[in-house]
Each structure stands twice: as C-alpha cells, then as structure tokens.
C-alpha cells in the first residue's frame, strides 16, 4: 500500500482488531479497536448530538451548524450538550465513560467541535 492511502476492511464479529496508542510519559495503553459507525441515511426525525470541547469559538460553529440543520430538515431534535451538562464540555477531552455513555444514549449521531 503507497504512503498516504488507507483501507477499509469489515472485520467478522469473532475477529478483533487491537490498537497501541503511545503516551509522551512512556506508557503505552492497547485498546481494542471497533467498528465504524453504519451512516444515517437521512437526518429527518432524529436526534443530533452538538458536542463543544470548550475552546473559542466552538460553541458559535454549533450554533450555526444548528441553524443550519433546523431549516434544511424538519423534525430533528439537537441537543447542544454543554447547555445541558458543563461536563459536556471538557477542555481536556476527556471524557468519564458515563459520560460518554449518557452522550451516546442521548444522540443518533453527534457533531463535535473544535474551536480557535
């Protein structure tokens, strides 16, 4: 494979994939690597997730990604995360697993963003 291209292989349920992730501190963490999410095939009716790091400028993206998709789809709920729970925005990004859990309970897809 050339230097820059990248593949997409499915993997079967009983195959697992691991992923080394290299700390600066010297630690290294494997993690088990999962599968992509399936796409949506349409943004009607559901329920999009606005996920704001913290950083400047962030929450204004989000707020005009949400005028945006409120005119262009009917029915969609948006739920800016940081306006229902500060923790929702976290600087660090680092996120508690019941966080993440309750994000991902909460939302169809989500939207993050980034700011400066």
């Given amino acids: 494979m050339s230097e820059g291209s990248t593949s997409t292989t499915r993997?079967?349920?009983?195959?697992?994939?691991?992923?080394?992730?290299?700390?600066?501190?010297?630690a290294v963490i494997t993690k088990e690597y999962s599968d992509i999410a399936s796409r949506v095939r349409t943004l009607e009716g559901i329920r999009i997730g606005l996920l704001w790091n913290g950083k400047?400028?962030?929450?204004?993206?989000?707020?005009?990604?949400?005028?945006?998709?409120?005119?262009?789809?009917?029915?969609?709920?948006l739920i800016k995360f940081w306006k229902v729970d500060p923790e929702h925005t976290a600087l660090s990004n680092k996120y508690s697993e019941e966080t993440l859990d309750r994000i991902a309970n909460s939302a169809d897809i989500v939207i993050a963003s980034q700011g400066d």
């Fill in 11 to 26: 993997l079967s349920e009983t195959q697992k994939q691991y992923v080394d992730v290299y700390c600066p501190t010297g």
């Fill in 56 to 77: 400047p400028n962030g929450d204004i993206f989000l707020d005009r990604i949400a005028e945006i998709l409120e005119k262009k789809y009917k029915d969609i709920e």
